[in-house]
């Protein structure tokens, strides 16, 4: 069966935090979600409420020509194994998109301020929701060592370089 294709449009804009995209030291930066002015307040109605939000956003800054279907070593780094394109969470991914976490500071209108969102300013949200620990993972997590290895400084802030 043929994949099926469909248009899916931003429901919001991410307007400041980091200005490049990193592999490391995304932690402590301030951000705004910005939501269009096409969906009425009402939709953020009690969202106020969560202390973290489900954020699925587009690499903007990614092209076609960045999409690698095949196995690599993450970062480029021989000391951890070669794993295909759907184990890594990067730009390189099919449809180029990412689903963060990140920690609800304050509401403002149609402004979600936000902490820990590893996505850059201006890049478009596709989806947004509460973060419900009840839909999270039922069971033990488990992972080899190597991102923990890899991810190790990925929630510093830029000033624990």
């Not at 469909?6 to 030291?25: N, Q």
């Not at 951000?31 to 096409?38: K, T």
């Not at 999270?136 to 830029?158: C, I, K, N, Q």
Request: proline fraction near 10%.
């Amino acid at each position: 069966m043929p994949a099926k294709s469909f248009e899916i449009h931003s429901i919001a804009t991410v307007v400041g935090g980091h200005t490049t995209p990193a592999d490391d030291y995304q932690g402590g930066i301030e951000a705004i979600i910005r939501l269009h002015p096409q969906y009425p307040l009402e939709t953020l109605q009690g969202i106020e409420e969560f202390s973290h939000l489900t954020v699925v956003w587009h690499f903007h800054r990614a092209t076609p020509d960045d999409v690698a279907l095949h196995a690599r070593s993450p970062r480029g780094d021989a000391r951890w194994p070669a794993t295909g394109t759907f184990v890594h969470r990067n730009h390189r991914r099919p449809n180029q998109l990412a689903l963060s976490f990140p920690r609800l500071l304050r509401v403002k209108g149609r402004d979600l301020h936000v902490t820990d969102l590893d996505a850059i300013d201006g890049t478009p949200v596709v989806d947004l929701a509460p973060y419900f620990p009840q839909m999270g993972p039922r069971s033990t997590v488990t992972t080899p060592d190597w991102p923990a290895e890899m991810l190790h400084h990925y929630w510093d802030t830029p000033t624990q370089r």
